[in-house]
């Protein structure tokens, strides 16, 4: 997938034989089911044209412009998004970066020289509840108008839902933030992630018999403080892409910390039936399902104990 820094940059780089666009437009923070759904209509349409699929996506997300404070967390990064549309299709990605300057441009003049003139655009795909241009005036009946106007094909997707509940980032945070990992992983389509590098702990796990990863997560979104099931795929190295069952932990370890709260949030992850030395290598968490809360143990036996318990429960789900 060819990757463009904002539509200037595209139109930079257009010559007047390239294939014409059918252009996805949208955050498509967790590039989930409904997501999908305008992906595969924008590859639909440009295939019909003979034309190339692309996809139009903004950094930061806006609402870090508008209300930095009220912003949500993103569910995965740039990068991330990017690489899914690339494995959903899409041949090309234009990244705006949305400034105040990108922001106040008016609707109208939004279709007419980003669409229009910048990418060349012969097909646009939108969500049902899409908005655009200064001030947010922009609406689907203004741009199937406008459309109409410069021979711009514009199609328009209704709600996904999975079992009765819409398809939405935000309503994946939600679930999320309920530990709700199997209820958002049927809206995103897959597992719920978490991306970092792994870094050096205070070594408690190994001491206890249970040598964990610890993550640096590069990501914004995290479930719900407990113990989970997942699965850990390497990014990196020679073993790239090897899969492993684990034990996962987010929480503050309070059996060593205590139940103040002032102790930092660790992820960590138990690889079962594996020994290897994976510092400073990247490792991508798919987490399945959520095993209990976090609690603090009266003794480390007793925590032992639990951990065992967690581990053959990790593999009676994961087998």
């Known amino acids: 997938m060819k990757v463009f820094a904002g539509a200037a940059a595209y139109a930079a780089a257009r010559s007047a034989g390239d294939a014409p666009l059918?252009?996805?437009?949208?955050?498509?923070?967790?590039?989930?089911?409904?997501?999908?759904?305008?992906?595969?209509?924008?590859?639909?349409?440009?295939?019909?044209?003979g034309g190339a699929s692309a996809v139009?996506?903004?950094?930061?997300?806006?609402?870090?412009?508008?209300?930095?404070?009220?912003?949500?967390?993103?569910i995965m990064s740039l990068e991330r998004r990017l690489?899914?549309?690339?494995?959903?299709?899409i041949d090309v990605a234009i990244v705006e970066a949305?400034?105040?300057?990108?922001?106040?441009?008016e609707a109208e003049?939004?279709?007419?020289?980003?669409?229009?003139?910048?990418?060349?655009?012969?097909d646009v795909v939108v969500g049902y509840d899409f908005s655009f241009g200064r001030g947010r005036r922009g609406?689907?009946?203004?741009?199937?108008?406008?459309?109409?106007?410069?021979?711009?094909?514009?199609?328009?997707?209704?709600?996904?839902?999975?079992?009765?509940?819409?398809?939405?980032?935000?309503?994946?945070?939600?679930?999320?933030?309920?530990?709700?990992?199997?209820?958002?992983?049927?809206?995103?389509?897959?597992?719920?992630?978490?991306?970092?590098?792994?870094?050096?702990?205070?070594?408690?796990?190994?001491?206890?018999?249970?040598?964990?990863?610890?993550?640096?997560?590069?990501?914004?979104l995290s479930p719900k403080l407990g113990i989970y099931a997942?699965?850990?795929?390497?990014?990196?190295?020679?073993?790239?892409?090897?899969?492993h069952r684990a034990a996962l932990s987010i929480g503050r370890n309070p059996t060593f910390t205590g139940e103040d709260g002032a102790a930092p949030v660790t992820v960590e992850a138990y690889l079962l039936d594996f020994d290897g030395d994976i510092y400073d290598r990247r490792l991508r968490l798919e987490v399945v399902d959520r095993l209990r809360d976090e609690q603090r143990f009266a003794s480390v036996d007793a925590l032992v104990r639990q951990i065992d318990a967690d581990v053959a429960r990790v593999r009676e789900l994961l087998s």
């Open 22 to 49: 059918a252009v996805a437009i949208g955050n498509f923070d967790g590039v989930h089911l409904g997501h999908r759904a305008l992906l595969d209509e924008a590859r639909a349409r440009a295939a019909r044209r």
């Open 56 to 74: 139009l996506t903004f950094t930061p997300h806006p609402a870090r412009l508008f209300a930095p404070a009220k912003a949500p967390a993103l």
């Open 83 to 89: 690489e899914l549309c690339a494995e959903a299709g």
């Open 98 to 105: 949305f400034t105040p300057a990108f922001a106040a441009i």
């Open 109 to 122: 003049a939004f279709v007419r020289r980003v669409l229009g003139q910048d990418l060349a655009a012969r």
């Open 139 to 220: 609406d689907v009946a203004l741009l199937s108008a406008l459309g109409a106007e410069l021979g711009i094909g514009v199609a328009v997707i209704p709600p996904v839902t999975v079992d009765g509940v819409p398809c939405s980032s935000t309503r994946i945070r939600e679930l999320c933030a309920a530990g709700e990992v199997r209820r958002a992983a049927a809206l995103l389509g897959r597992p719920v992630e978490i991306v970092g590098r792994v870094v050096r702990g205070a070594a408690r796990g190994k001491a206890l018999g249970f040598p964990t990863a610890n993550l640096a997560p590069e990501g914004e």
């Open 230 to 243: 997942a699965r850990a795929r390497l990014l990196d190295g020679p073993d790239a892409s090897a899969t």
